[in-house]
């Protein structure tokens, strides 16, 4: 098993930077993947991006690309989402999610993180 945690969300104006960690405890050495979700109210689960630790290169959506950008410490087991002006579309429940294959959907979940954007 694998349990995520994520923290560093909360209250910006619109344009201003947040950056969220998410840390990983138990099977680390298991987790091929790492990406970032989103939820909005009313809307569905968006994903944002993803870490592939043996290649190191992230990968985004389309509508982040350019202002978010995904890192990764793996001998702190923590990958990194800082984002920069910020919309209030940003929005959302943040959630971070690892899988332990190359390819198919993620094996867990960690409880999300608030951002808010104001305008």
């Known amino acids: 098993q694998v349990q995520l945690v994520e923290s560093g969300g909360g209250l910006v104006r619109a344009g201003g930077s947040l950056r969220l960690s998410c840390t990983a405890s138990g099977r680390t050495f298991s987790t091929y993947n790492m990406g970032w979700f989103r939820q909005a109210p009313g809307k569905e689960r968006e994903f944002v991006g993803s870490?592939?630790?043996?290649?190191?290169?992230?990968y985004y959506a389309d509508s982040v690309k350019g202002r978010f950008t995904i890192s990764g410490d793996k001998a702190k087991n923590t990958m990194y989402l800082e984002m920069m002006n910020l919309k209030p579309e940003d929005t959302a429940v943040y959630y971070c999610a690892a899988r332990v294959s190359a390819f198919g959907s993620y094996d867990y979940w960690g409880q999300g993180t608030q951002v808010t954007v104001s305008s």
């Open positions: 870490l592939t630790w043996s290649v190191r290169s992230p």
